[in-house]
């Protein structure tokens, strides 16, 4: 007797949800720079009345492109297993978003014979031979892809030599292709990189997992399953520890700039380390006794930088004066004095470039008295001590040499 899975019946149970940025928050997606056309995407990946039973996979692509977006990773699109062009025709638009090339590889007739040995000695033949180039093209189109037909590994040969990859989606259903695509494309994917292999955790294809876990066994890398129908496991490739230019470092490099960087898309709260209030419409307010900066200086420059910091302080008819301690890394720079009648002000600050093995420098700020927020707004229940509020900063304008 077959036993009975729980799930057989359960409604909705073959659904999954949308990711929230896509939903709910989908306005503040759009806001903070997605790229993807979601409309469109989910048009190709369904086409033919497919895959809308499997939409965990289209999340998962989905988010993996926004990943390959906020982290800048370069380099191409590939697949190896076309079929009909769904998965196809969803990366062919990830590719032209990105102006990228997706290289779309497949006998486009089905299996090869030749792959049908060992443990896939039992797979029928004929299967995913329904298909054909032509019809694959006619859906995916032409701008952006590269189809690369027959059979592979004997098609690597007509990748280029010096391609990399940041995203390579395996979906071939056999050991052997499966073995040979990570052979070939694990060295070309750019560190943090994405393979995803089809069909890992199935129980279906029995190559998948012996291919991937036999070749992951001794590297740095490991699969992670998915919960996708057919068992999707992603691999990112590994970066090298303390390898150049981080994404993250890049990212916070361009937040300082000859443009004052404001709390406006959260830029702001990037560069607060510890010590500050959420930002608000205005900036932001430091609370407690110490409020740090950690700023990381632009990658492509070795100039020394001079910091300008839109500021005010916490300040009521009471407290009319406040002064506030400034250090860098730990050493006294400044004294900033503010009162009542002249309380914001531009200040400047001369930046040394970060210490060895170090991307960012630290600015703390000591208030000398901290003042609760219900102080200076009576009744509006704000439990805060406040100490600096920042408003802006930007690097400063330094007369040519
Ligand atoms: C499951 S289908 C791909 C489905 C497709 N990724 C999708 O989600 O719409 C598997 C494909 O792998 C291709 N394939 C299997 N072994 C191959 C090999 N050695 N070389 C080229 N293509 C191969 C088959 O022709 C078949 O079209």
Redesign the pocket.
């Known amino acids: 007797l077959e036993p009975k899975s729980p799930f057989v019946g359960i409604p909705g149970g073959v659904h999954a949800d949308p990711p929230q940025r896509y939903l709910g928050n989908y306005e503040r997606y759009l806001a903070q720079g997605g790229r993807l056309l979601l409309e469109q995407n989910l048009a190709a990946f369904t086409h033919s009345g497919a895959n809308r039973s499997d939409m965990a996979r289209f999340y998962f692509f989905c988010l993996a492109f926004d990943q390959i977006v906020k982290e800048g990773l370069a380099g191409d699109f590939a697949?190896?297993?076309?079929?009909?062009?769904?998965?196809?025709a969803l990366l062919a638009g990830f590719a032209r978003r990105l102006d990228r090339t997706v290289y779309l590889?497949?006998?486009?007739?089905?299996?090869?014979d030749r792959?049908l040995t060992g443990i896939d000695a039992d797979v029928q033949a004929a299967s995913?031979a329904d298909?054909s180039l032509a019809a694959v093209q006619a859906v995916v189109g032409e701008s952006n892809v590269r189809f690369v037909k027959g059979?592979?590994p004997d098609t690597a040969a007509e990748l280029p030599a010096d391609g990399i990859y940041c995203f390579v989606?395996i979906?071939?259903?056999?050991y052997?292709?499966m073995a040979s695509a990570l052979e070939y494309f694990y060295p070309r994917m750019v560190p943090g990189g994405f393979i995803v292999v089809?069909d890992y955790s199935s129980l279906h294809w029995k190559g998948a997992e012996k291919a991937v876990d036999e070749f992951f066994a001794d590297r740095p890398e490991c699969p992670v399953p998915l919960p996708d129908g057919a068992g999707s496991a992603v691999i990112r490739k590994a970066r090298s520890p303390g390898h150049a230019g981080s994404w993250i470092d890049e990212k916070r490099g361009r937040l300082l700039g000859r443009d004052w960087t404001t709390p406006a898309g959260g830029q702001l709260a990037e560069l607060l380390h510890a010590g500050w209030s959420g930002p608000e419409p205005w900036g932001v307010w430091g609370v407690g006794e110490e409020h740090v900066l950690r700023l990381t200086p632009p990658t492509d420059s070795t100039e020394p930088i001079v910091l300008e910091l839109d500021v005010q302080a916490a300040l009521t008819e009471l407290h009319a004066s406040q002064s506030v301690s400034v250090a860098i890394d730990g050493d006294p720079v400044d004294e900033w004095e503010f009162a009542l009648n002249r309380n914001r002000r531009l200040r400047t600050l001369a930046i040394p470039r970060p210490a060895p093995g170090r991307s960012w420098i630290e600015i703390t700020f000591r208030p000398r008295i901290v003042l609760p927020a219900s102080q200076m707004r009576p009744g509006s229940g704000d439990h805060r001590t406040l100490g600096l509020g920042l408003l802006a900063l930007r690097i400063a304008e330094t007369p040519d040499r």
């Not at 590889?105 to 090869?112: A, I, K, P, V």
């Not at 979906?171 to 056999?174: F, I, S």
Request: glycine content about 12%; aromatic content about 20%.
């Open positions: 697949e190896l297993g076309v079929y009909k062009g769904h998965t196809g590889l497949d006998t486009y007739e089905g299996f090869s792959d995913f298909t059979y592979f989606h979906d071939c259903d056999l052997a292709p089809h």
